[in-house]
């Protein structure tokens, strides 16, 4: 089975700081895996994903994502954070199949 | 592209109605999902369509639950007869075939069964 897990439900950061939200997750062979955002009273916003290549991806908005394989981890990153980057944040992994299996989220909240 | 268009955006209904949610995904897509939200259980797959054939309905919760797409461009999820633990953010996605493809979802569907 697989599994995703944000340890963190939440995190506050001040704006420009860098931002970081963690994932790891657990998964039978090659993972692709997901970040989404999602601000209130809307749907999940796709962010970027890792399927093969280089470690490190860019996404929307600023964001990037680093990819550990050995530490089964995939953490979210913004150089320097905005208010409007408040929101909650999914991390989600697939297998060889249809299946995404979303972590819990975690809340982001950046003060002026 | 519109987007994944899901419709009515609230629902208020009393237990036991009859109540069903509309789904149109990305023209071109071939993979559709139904998932529910809830503060206690997160995000939660209901039911997979590819090519408009339900592939795992296993997370559909009961019977009360069904779901059809009858052509490429149109999906419903309905609930009959509806229960008050049935209150969730009921979400659309589409994406293409391939465990590589971001899903594209919709703005959900607020339900709220009184």
């Known amino acids: 089975a697989q599994s995703v897990a944000q340890p963190e439900d939440q995190v506050n950061v001040a704006e420009g700081n860098p931002l970081t939200v963690k994932c790891t997750y657990s998964v039978s062979g090659n993972p692709y895996l997901f970040w989404y955002v999602q601000y209130p009273n809307r749907g999940l916003q796709f962010l970027l994903k890792y399927i093969t290549g280089d470690n490190l991806v860019k996404g929307s908005y600023g964001f990037e994502a680093e990819f550990n394989k050995s530490q089964t981890s995939f953490h979210l990153k913004k150089p320097s954070a905005l208010v409007s980057d408040s929101a909650l944040y999914f991390c989600a992994v697939r297998g060889n199949d249809y299946k995404l299996s979303f972590g819990a989220g975690t809340t982001v909240t950046v003060r002026a | 592209d519109a987007g994944v268009i899901q419709s009515p955006r609230h629902e208020v209904t009393e237990m036991g109605q009859e109540v069903t949610l509309r789904c149109k995904p990305i023209s071109g897509h071939n993979s559709l999902f139904w998932y529910r939200q809830t503060m206690m259980r997160g995000l939660e797959l209901l039911i997979y369509?590819?090519?408009?054939?339900?592939?795992?309905d296993s997370g559909m919760p009961e019977d009360r639950f069904s779901a059809k797409m009858p052509n490429a461009s149109f999906s419903t999820l309905k609930i009959q007869p509806s229960e008050p633990r049935d209150s969730a953010v009921y979400f659309c996605?589409?994406?293409?075939?391939?465990?590589?493809?971001?899903?594209?979802f919709g703005p959900g569907t607020r339900l709220t069964v009184l």
């Open positions: 369509f590819n090519n408009n054939v339900p592939i795992d």
């Open positions: 996605a589409s994406s293409f075939t391939g465990p590589g493809n971001e899903q594209f």
